[in-house]
């Protein structure tokens, strides 16, 4: 497949994660409600599990974009989420974006669009992609681990700060599928019964589940505006730092420089209104 299909692919499901998000957001009020006879309550029901649906087939269209893209762009291209959030947020929850805030989603996302054009360039120049299992599991359980410590955290005292963290974890869990599915393909290739014989499809499923779960307790505890950045950000910064350890990519100092100028971006993003 060629880089510009893979890449519409790519960004075509990052919109549907967007739009599912979002509605997940809007209708997440079913969640522990008291009346379960309304038909407010079922309508944010319907709403949810729409989105839902929508979060599940994305993984299927950076699967297909895998074959035509190195696993950091595909990890970069989910910085488009934040652009299609924040519209989709101004549209359908009604959330300001001011101008501070516009700027620095402009930031992050040429910053993306930066990392992600020179991780292609640096793939087609470096070495042949390798796979690290000892890093693998450490990059993978290293998120998971800081989840329990916050969710621990978040039982004492909650607030918009502590929300955006745990966004970020989520973050970093769920950009994880990307390394795994690129670990499948590598191991398993296209046979989808050997899949099932893979370790990396169960933490494929492990990082979405939990990411999945994560961040509904971010949603519950932060604007959509607030988190999404720190969501989004940190599926582009996790597993592409994780791939110079994993995968063997070849480190490149533009590129380096990109992701943090995307750190500093969700910062921003989280202060400004």
């Known amino acids: ?110 910053a993306m669009a930066l990392a992600g ?17 000892g890093m693998f599991y450490l990059f993978f359980a290293v998120p998971l681990a800081a989840a329990a410590i916050v ?14 963290i745990i966004a970020g974890i989520a973050g970093c869990i769920g950009g994880y599928t990307v390394l795994s599915m690129r670990a499948v393909q590598l191991v398993a290739g296209s046979n989808i019964w050997a899949w099932f014989l893979t370790p990396y499809l169960y933490t494929y499923l492990v990082s979405g589940i939990a990411s999945f779960l994560i961040i509904q307790v971010a949603y519950k505890d932060g604007e959509m ?20 350890f994993v995968l063997g990519s070849t480190f490149d100092l533009l590129q380096a420089l990109a992701f943090v100028c995307v750190a500093f971006s969700i910062v921003m993003i989280s202060k400004s209104s």
């Open 117 to 133: 054009a020179r991780g292609a360039a640096v793939g087609k120049r470096g070495a042949p992609e390798i796979f690290n299992t």
């Open 225 to 244: 505006q607030a988190v999404a950045p720190a969501y989004y950000g940190m599926q582009v910064i996790w597993p592409a730092v994780a791939a110079y």
């Open 1 to 110: 497949m060629g880089t510009l299909p893979a890449s519409v692919l790519a960004l075509m499901g990052n919109f549907l994660l967007s739009f599912g998000m979002v509605l997940q957001k809007k209708n997440v009020s079913w969640i522990g409600a008291s009346d379960r006879s309304t038909r407010e309550y079922h309508s944010a029901c319907l709403g949810w599990f729409a989105g839902f649906i929508l979060m599940n087939i994305q993984p299927i269209f950076n699967y297909l974009a895998l074959m035509g893209l190195d696993a950091n762009v595909v990890s970069a291209l989910i910085g488009a989420n934040v652009a299609f959030t924040a519209i989709l947020a101004a549209t359908m929850l009604h959330e300001k974006l001011g101008r501070a805030r516009f700027f620095y989603i402009l930031l992050l996302f040429a």
């Open 151 to 164: 969710l621990l955290i978040r039982m004492k005292r909650t607030g918009r700060g502590l929300a955006v």
